[in-house]
C-alpha cells in the first residue's frame, strides 16, 4: 500500500475520498498491525515525505498506544507488549532517529510517540537504553535536535511514574534539562523546550531538592528564566515555580524573599500571562498553609509531617497592598463572561485565600482600602473596594468582623439597589451573601440579621432579582446563604412571613426569559432547594402547595418533540433541575408522618414524571430522577413495589452506566433505598440486580469509587430479604474475600488509605448485612465456613492501625452480629481472635459513642456466644 | 506543553447544589442502614430481656366477674395494625411497653356464629384445654412464659431448646422458641396449642398445618414432654389435634383428654400465624365441653339477660371491637352529656327483650340497655363474633349435631360426588 497518498487522502477536502482513505487505513491495521505500524513510523521519520502525512503518522501512530478510556487503554497497552519485538525495535529506531529532523513538526509529533511507548515500556523495565541514548549525545546535537529532544524528556515524565526511573538517570535528566535552560543556552526554543520540560521533571526531583546545592542550582536557574527576555520562558518558568511552592513547600524559605521580588515585579509591570502566574504561586502557597494549619487544628499534639513556615503572615504587609493593586484592575463586562479570568480576579481570590490563611491580621491591612475607595466616583473603585470586602469575610473571626459588618450592611443594601454600575451591584450582591454564608446563623453569636433589618434585606433581594442576570444570580445565592443561616432556628423561622413572598419571586426568575444566562435559572432553583431544605413547620402547607407546581414544570418539558440536540441538552438540564427541586421537597415533606401522609396522594404522579423523564434518556437527569427517586422510595415504603415493574429496566441502566460513574454510585444508593424499603418484595428483582452488582465489581472500567457503595449494597440486600440470599452468598462472599484481602493493608498516600477505609466500610457494611439477615434462620450454617477469614479480616485491619472511626464502628459492629448469629459455632475461633480482646477493648473505651454503643452489643453478643 | 489553566473559581460557592444533594442522600441511606441495623440487633436484644431475670410484678388477680374468655377478649386490641409479629417494632420498646407489646403477640381466635364451608377438608380440631393461655419463649438457657397481658407466670428451666443452662450446643443467642401455650393449673402442664418459632427458625410464616406438623416432630424429640425434673420443672405436652372429619370432631368432642376442656378449636389449614383476632381461627363450645359457656356477671352467676361491652364513638356510636367496628346503637348526645361520658368510654349494656334483629345477615337493630361503665380491667369492647355467639347460645345455639351435618351436607361432599355419572 502507498502509505503517503492514503495519508494525504486522509486529509482531502473531499468527504468520500477521505471516508475512503480511513476505511484503507482502518483495514490495513486490522490485517497486518506491525507492518501497519511499521510503515507509520517510516512515513514519520522519511525526510522526503510531506510534512503533513508525517504528523499524521504520528498521531496515528499516538492513537494506537494510549486511549483515554481505562479498558480502551488496556487493551492497547497489552496489544503493544504482544508485538513482535523485532517490528518493536525498528520502529521505536525510526522514532529516535526522526528526533533529529530539521523539521521540527516530525521531530516533535516523535517525542510525543516516544514518551506513549516510554510510558507502557519502562515500568515492564524494558528500553532501559532509551534515557541513556537520548543524552548521550545531547551536547552536540543541533539546536532543533536538541528542543526535539527536550520535549520527549518533559513528555517522558509526564508519561511515566517516577519510581520507574532509577535515580542516575533522573540526574542526568535534571542536569540536561537545567542546563538547557541556563542563560548559557543562547537558543531561545532550546530554554523553552527545557523550561517546559522541567515542570514535568520536577516530580523526579525529591532528591535532587534534598541537596542543597542542586537545589540552590535549580531555584537560581529557575528564578533567572523568570527574567528572560521571552516571555513564553517567563511564563514557563513561573509555572515551575507554581509547582514548586506545591510540591516543595518546606524547603521554600531560603527563596522566599527574592520569589516575592520577582513576583511583585511580574504582578506590577509584566505581561498578563506572567502577572497570572506570579499571583497563582501565592495562591498556591495560600493553599498549602491552609492545608497545614487546618491540620494542627485537626491535631492537637502538633506533630505534623509538613511544618508552617508562615510564609504568607510574614509577607502579608507587602503582599496585601500589592494584591489591592490588582482589584482595580478590572475588565469591562468580565462579570458577563463565563470564561474570563484576568489580574483583577486572580488578585481578589488570591486576597480571599489570603485571609483564610491569615485570619484576624489582615482585616486592618484592607480596611482602609475600603474605607478609601467604597464612595468614589469611579465605578473601579467602588468595585475593587466592595471586593476587597467580600474577600476577607472568610478566615477572619466573627468578632473581628462584627462591627464592621454592621456598619457595612445597610451601606450594601442601598448599594444593591442604587448604584449605576452593574459591575459594583454584582459585587455588592456577592458580598452580601458572603456575609450572611460566614456571619449568620446559630453559630454566630450576634446576630446581624435582626426584626429590624430582616425585612428590608428580603425585599431588597427581591428587588434584584429582576436585575441583570449576574446581579440576580448572586441576588438568588445571597438568599440561598440568608435561608441556610436558618437552617436550625428551631419551630419559629424569622423566613416564615417572607417564604410565600420569596418563593413567588424565585420561580418568577425561572421563567425569565434571560433567565439561561449567567447560570440564573440553576442558582434560583438551588436557591428554592435551600429555602425548602431550611423551612419548618409553619411553613409545611406552602411547600405542599409547591408540589403540584414543580410537577407542571416538569410536565412541560415533557411536551415538545423533534428538537434539535441544542434544545435537547436545555430540556435535560431543567429536568435535572426539577428533578432536583422535587427530589428536596420529598425529602423535606416524608421526614415528618403528618406531611408524608398528605404529600403520598401525589406519589403516583411523581413517579409517572420521573418515568417519562427516564424515557427523554439523559444521563444527567437520569441522575437527578434517580436521586429524587431514591428518596421516594424511601418515602413511600413497601408501596414502592408497584412501580417496580416500569422502574426496574431504568434501575438496571443506572447500574450499567460505567462511563457516568456518579450516575452508576447514585444508582447503587437507590438499590440500597429500594431494598430497605420493599424488604422482602425486593426478591423478584434480586437476580437481576445481583448478577449486574457482581459485574460491575469485577470490571476494570467502574470508577472504584463505586466499588464501597456496592459491597455495601450487599448487605443492604441481605438484611432485606433474609435467607433468601443464600442464592447469591457464594458468590458475594468470594466478592467481599478477595476486596476483604486487598484492603487489609496499604501502601500509599493519604487518599489511598481514604479510599482504603472507604472500601473497607463497604465490605463490613456487607457482611454486617448478611449476618443480620440470616440471624433466626435455619441456613446460619452457611455462615460458618466464612467466619475465620472474616474474623482474620477484623484482625487484620486493627493490627494495621489506620482504620478511621467509621471503619471501627462498622468493624466491631461486625464482630458483634458474628458472635450473634453464629453463636456456639463461632464461640472459640472468636474467643481465639485479637478483636474479641484487645479491638473489643479499645473499642469500649472509645470518646465516640457510636463506636461504644457498638462495642457494647459485640460484647453482649459474645458473651452470649461464648457461655454455651 | 502549552502553558498550564490556573483559573479559579470566582464568586462561586465551593460546592454545587447538586452535589449537595448528592451528599445529602448519602447521608440519609447512610442513617437509614444504620437504623436498619440498628433494629436488627436491638431485635436479638430483646428477645433476650424477654426473659432476663429482672423481677416482674406479679399478674394482677383476674377479676372475679370476668370469665377466662372475657379475659382473653378483654385485653384484645383491633389486631388489624399488627399482622405479624413485628419483631423489628417491639426491638423499639423497653420495660413495661414490652409487656404491651407482648399482649398483642398472640392469634386470637374468632367465635364461631356460623359453620365455616369445607369444614372437612380446610380445617382442623382440636379440644381446648381450660387454663391461662400464655406465650412461652425459650432462650439462653431459661425458659419465661407471659400472660397474654405480657406479665410474667413462670420463669423456669425446661427441656425446650435453649431452654437451660445444662443443654449444650444450640443453646445461644439466635436459637430459641417460642410456643403458643395453655397453661393447666391441675396437672401443672403447658399444653401445646401452637409453635410460633421453634430452635430460631421463625413459623410465622408457615400455615397450620406444617405448623403442627413441626410440632408434633421436635416436641417430643426435645425431650419437653418428659415429666418435670430438676432441669425442667413444667412438663409440657401436645394437644392432639384432628382433621375435622366426621371422626376427628367426634372424637376432640367426646375423647378423653387429661385436662378439662374448654370448648373446640377450629384452625383452618392454610392460615399463619397471624396476631390478633382472626376468623381463620375459631373457638366454639357448648355445655358437654366447656365450663363456662355463658358469661358470668361479677359474682358468678348468669345474669338473665345477655351483657355486652361496647367502645363509645365520637359521634356517639357504640362499636365493637372489630376492624372496621360493627356498630350496635348510638347515644344521644344529650344521654353523654348527662352521664359524663367520653368518646373511647366503654360501656356496659343489657340486651333486653327486643334482642338483636338482622337484615340479610347484618345486624339490623340491637336493644341495649345502659347499664354503666365498664370494669376498669377491661381494655377493648366485645367483638361482634363474641357477642353473637352469647346471643345464639341463649337462643338458638349452634349445637355439635349441626357441626356434625354441615360435614355430612352434600355441599361439603361436592368433591366426591363430582366423579358421579349421571344417571338419570
New interface residues.
Partial sequence: MEVTQVLLNAQSIDGSVRKNAEENLKQFQEQNLPGFLLSLSGELANEEKPVETRKLAGLILKNALDAKEQHRKYELVQRWLSLDANAKSQIKACLLKTLSSPVSDAGSTASQVIAKVAGIELPQKQWPELIGSLLSNVHQLPAHAKQATLETLGYLCEEVSPDVVDQDQVNKILTAVVQGMSGSEGNTDVRLAATRALYNALGFAQANFSNDMERDYIMRVVCEATLTPDVRIRQAAFECLVSISSTYYEKLAPYIQDIFNITAKAVKEDEEPVALQAIEFWSSICDEEIDILEEYAGDLTGDSDVPCFYFIKQALPALVPMLLETLLKQEEDQDQDEGAWNIAMAGGTCLGLVARTVGDDIVPLVVPFIEENIAKPDWRQREAATYAFGSILEGPSPEKLINLVNVALSFMLSALTKDPNSHVKDTTAWTLGRIFEFLHGSAVEAPIITPANCQQIVTVLLQSMKDTPNVAEKACGALYFLAQGYEDVGPSSPITPFFQEIVQSLLTVTHREDAGESRLRTAAYETLNEVVRCSTDETATLVLQLVPVIMLELHNTLEGQKMSSDEREKQSELQGLLCGCLQVIIQKLGSSESTKYVFMQYADQIMGLFLRVFACRSATVHEEAMLAIGALAYATGPDFAKYMPEFYRYLEMGLQNFEEYQVCAVTVGVVGDIARALEEKIVPYCDGIMTQLLKNLSSNQLHRSVKPPIFSCFGDIALAVGEYFEKYLMWAMSALQSAAELSTHTVGDDELVEYTNTLRNGILEAYSGIFQGFKNSPKTQLLVPYAPHILQFLDGIYIEKDMDDVVMKTAIGVLGDLADTLGSHAGSLIQQSLSSKDFLNECLSSEDLMIKESAEWAKLAISRAISV | ?A??D???P??R?AI???QK??E???L??AQ??RD??QQ??C???SI?SLQSPVPESEPEPEQPDIDLETAIEAEQESGASSKDLDVRRASKLRGPEVRKWFARQLMLPEWMIDVPDRLSQDWYVLARPSGKRCFVVSS??TTVSRLRNGSILHHFPSALPAGAKTR????????YCILDCIFHELDQTYYVIDVV?W????LYDCTAEFRFYWLNSKLEESGACSPPSYYHKYRFSAVPVYNCDQNGLYTAYTGVVPYAKDGLLFYNKHAHYQTGNTPLVLVWKDENCSQYVIDTDSKGEIPSQQQVVLELQDNGKLATSDDPPVVFGCLDADMIQQSGLDSGNLLRFAISDGGLSFSDGKLEKADLNYLGKSNRARAFADSYSKILFQYTVRHSPLKIDDLLASINSPDDQENKSCDMEMAG
Fill in positions: 506543553m502553558p498550564h490556573l483559573r479559579r470566582f464568586k460557592a454545587s447544589d447538586q444533594r448528592r445529602l442522600s448519602l440519609r441511606q437509614n442502614r436498619a441495623q436488627a440487633r431485635l436479638a436484644s433476650l439462653n438457657g449444650d450446643g444450640s443453646g445461644s443467642a439466635q436459637s418459632c430452635n430460631g427458625y421463625s
